[in-house]
T-cell receptor, first 111, second 111 residues
Framework: DADVTQTPRNRITKTGKRIMLECSQT?????MYWYRQDPGLGLRLIYY???????NKGEISDGYSVSRQAQAKFSLSLESAIPNQTALYFC??????????FGPGTRLTVL | GDSVTQMEGPVTLSEEAFLTINCTYT??????LFWYVQYPGEGLQLLLK?????DKGSNKGFEATYRKETTSFHLEKGSVQVSDSAVYFC??????????FGTGTSLTVIP
């Protein structure tokens, strides 16, 4: 079984809808991250969390919110989706300050 | 602020050719440097890393040397295979801080 899982893997939605992307991990890591990947822009950090009570904004947090429900779960929400949020979204975990372990990604399309 | 610049792709090589993907960085202090690889339809996987100047990271025939004097971490492989076709990301991190990724370089190896 994969150590970092993301659901759903693919999602098509309409402008204005609320969307939640979920990430779960069995690695026991305290640190979790959400990134988005766009062609030609690489990965950009949206939010990160160093433990259940810690939430931090990344480079591009506007239009997104997160919830760290437990050590193993970190959800990303788009309160009112817009077309330029169409992207590939990755969750990652880290034991602390070094290597990150990525999930398989969620492809989100906002029409 | 910290940043990573890597050569733009796409790169197309014949099997058994020599590969170099350039990566330079801007950072204060002494970050750790990484190469991640993303195979089609998958998340990023750590390929190799180096944590201090003059360290050489290596894995699966790939190598990269942490050059502080030129602020570089170029990825090399002596003989590429079709299975090496993927997108390669250079990244840096200061311990306890967030990752900074390059924009990615797409490699296609043709038989």
């Amino acid at each position: 079984d994969a150590d970092v899982t993301q659901t759903p893997r693919n999602r098509i939605t309409k402008t204005g809808k609320r969307i939640m992307l979920e990430c779960s991990q069995t690695k026991g890591h305290d640190r979790m991250y959400w990134y988005r990947q766009d062609p030609g822009l690489g990965l950009r950090l949206i939010y990160y969390s160093f433990d259940v009570k810690d939430i931090n904004k990344g480079e591009i947090s506007d239009g997104y919110s997160v919830s760290r429900q437990a050590q193993a779960k970190f959800s990303l929400s788009l309160e009112s989706a817009i077309p330029n949020q169409t992207a590939l979204y990755f969750c990652a975990t880290s034991p602390g300050g070094d290597t990150q372990y990525f999930g398989p990604g969620t492809r989100l399309t906002v029409l | 602020g910290d940043s990573v610049t890597q050569m733009e792709g796409p790169v197309t090589l014949s099997e058994e050719a020599f590969l170099t993907i350039n990566c330079t960085y801007t950072a204060t202090g002494y970050p750790s440097l990484f190469w991640y690889v993303q195979y089609p339809g998958e998340g990023l996987q750590l390929l190799l890393k180096a944590t201090k100047a003059d360290d050489k990271g290596s894995n699966k025939g790939f190598e990269a040397t942490y050059r502080k004097e030129t602020t570089s971490f170029h990825l090399e492989k002596g003989s590429v295979q079709v299975s090496d076709s993927a997108v390669y990301f250079c990244a840096l991190i200061h311990p306890g801080n967030q990752f900074y990724f390059g924009t990615g370089t797409s490699l296609t190896v043709i038989p």
